[in-house]
């Protein structure tokens, strides 16, 4: 297996996941390919400098392109993909054809679905790929198999996450901490769960529930949608529920509600002074705009609780991840444990520990090995 990582996308993930590969895949080498070249050389100076190595080497490549994609993974073994959700079913045709693993940041099931739908293309050329393998969907998936592996007879998975502000400011006590278009397909999209053993779309923003979490206190869940990624199918007759629901600091959910109820989401095209627009893309715009000016370090909150038996006997397990922004590094909570957690996947695909072929999330890798793999990283795991 060729031992040079390819990561496609040189913003706050990509970077934080070169630095995590720099650190913890200590002979590879790692190239940083984005639209721009500027970008990937912040990036790989950046990483560089903070571990003072010369591993990561920037690269112009544009997505988009075949040809560039082509040229970009002839000598990678593993391909870390962080562009747009959107991207990655044509991206993973392009690792396949140059034989080279991939794992990518996911978000949309329905785009992951069709990113699993090339598994016989996969398996003919050898390669393993892993879609979403980021924080939610990614991480919080993990703690829930680590909590199912936990158990003889598992019933229930219930994940909680939320990237928040460490000084909220209203009305929204919320900073953007990735792309605004995902936040909004979160937001508005259907959530899918596992709900009695049937599999169940519920709208999202909605389902609102209050929650004590330390240290932040009262925070309020709903659902969202993508978080679940397709493992309500995988444990299906496994599980009797699957579901998530999203963090945010109390009243957020109900003034998110009003922008998705008067249709300022809405996709279809409509005049204004003789120009046609999408609601979507304007709100994405000027509120992505507006939030993108907050400046605060930002903080993680998640939770994840499994109930189930062993050996007859009920139990109720509880796992907390409480992390903030590193002033050591300066990567933010967000870029952390999704940058972390796309990497620990990319090096056990690597590794040959996950099979060729497409793999769902749910199923390339232990529960238990990925905390052990959080740990390493410094990451407080506290399971109760």
Same mark, same amino acid.
């Given at each position: 297996?060729?031992?040079?990582y390819?990561?496609l996308?040189? #913003?706050m993930?990509g970077?934080c996941?070169?630095?995590d590969?720099?650190k913890?895949?200590?002979? !590879?080498?790692?190239?940083l %390919? ?5 970008q990937a050389?912040k ?6 400098g903070?571990?003072g190595?010369?591993?990561?080497? $920037?690269?112009?490549?544009?997505a988009?392109? $075949? ?5 970009f @993974?002839?000598? !990678? #073994?593993?391909?870390l993909?962080?562009? $747009?959700?959107?991207?990655?079913? !044509?991206?993973?045709r392009?690792?396949? *054809? ?7 940041l996911? %978000? ?7 990113t699993?739908g ?9 390669v393993?790929?892993v879609?979403?393998?980021g924080?939610?969907?990614g991480?919080?998936?993990?703690l829930?198999?680590?909590?199912m592996e *936990?158990?003889?007879?598992?019933? *229930?998975?219930?994940l909680?996450?939320g ?17 605004v278009?995902?936040?909004?397909t979160e ?9 009695? #053993? ?14 004590e ?5 009262t ?6 949608s ?5 493992? $309500? ?6 599980l009797q529920n ?10 957020h ?8 109820d008067?249709?300022?989401?809405r996709?279809?095209e ?20 507006? @939030?993108g000016q907050?400046?605060d370090a930002?903080?993680c909150?998640?939770?994840?609780i %499994?109930?189930?038996s ?9 796992v ?9 590094? %300066?990567f933010?909570?967000?870029?952390r444990l999704?940058g972390?957690?796309? *990497?620990?996947v ?10 060729t072929g497409?793999n #769902?999330?749910e ?6 090995a990925?905390?052990e793999?959080?740990r390493r ?5 506290l399971?109760?």
């Amino acid at each position: 297996m060729k031992q040079t990582y390819a990561i496609l996308g040189s #913003g706050m993930q990509g970077t934080c996941a070169a630095y995590d590969l720099s650190k913890f895949a200590p002979d !590879a080498a790692i190239k940083l %390919g984005d639209l721009s070249y500027d970008q990937a050389k912040k990036a790989a100076d950046r990483v560089n400098g903070l571990l003072g190595t010369e591993r990561c080497h $920037p690269f112009q490549v544009n997505a988009k392109s $075949p040809l560039e994609l082509a040229r970009f @993974l002839e000598d !990678a #073994g593993t391909l870390l993909s962080c562009v $747009p959700y959107y991207m990655h079913p !044509a991206i993973a045709r392009a690792a396949i *054809s140059s034989k080279t693993n991939m794992c990518d940041l996911g %978000g949309n099931t329905e785009v992951t679905q069709e990113t699993l739908g090339l598994d016989a293309l996969a398996k003919e050329a050898g390669v393993a790929l892993v879609p979403d393998c980021g924080l939610a969907p990614g991480l919080v998936n993990s703690l829930g198999l680590f909590l199912m592996e *936990s158990m003889s007879h598992p019933e *229930s998975i219930r994940l909680y996450c939320g990237v928040l502000p460490q000084h909220p400011v209203p009305p929204f006590n919320y900073k953007l901490t990735f792309n605004v278009e995902g936040l909004v397909t979160e937001y508005d999209y259907q959530a899918l769960v596992l709900r009695d #053993g049937e599999i169940t779309e519920v709208d999202t923003l909605s389902e609102l529930e209050t929650l004590e979490v330390a240290p932040l206190g009262t925070l309020e869940a709903f659902t969202t949608s993508g978080g679940t990624s397709t493992a $309500p199918y995988t444990f299906q007759g496994r599980l009797q529920n699957y579901e998530y629901k999203t963090f945010r600091f109390p009243g957020h959910c109900e003034r998110m509600r009003i922008f998705k109820d008067f249709g300022l989401w809405r996709e279809d095209e409509i005049e204004i002074r003789g120009m046609k627009v999408r609601p979507k893309d304007v709100f994405c715009r000027v509120f992505g705009e507006a @939030l993108g000016q907050i400046q605060d370090a930002d903080q993680c909150v998640i939770r994840a609780i %499994g109930e189930g038996s062993n050996d007859g006997e009920n139990v109720r397990t509880v796992v907390d991840i409480f992390d903030k922004e590193d002033p050591s590094t %300066g990567f933010t909570s967000m870029e952390r444990l999704t940058g972390f957690s796309l *990497s620990i996947v990319a090096q056990a695909v690597a590794a040959g520990v996950v099979p060729t072929g497409v793999n #769902g999330y749910e199923t390339a890798m232990t529960g238990t090995a990925f905390v052990e793999e959080l740990r390493r990283r410094g990451v407080s795991v506290l399971v109760s």
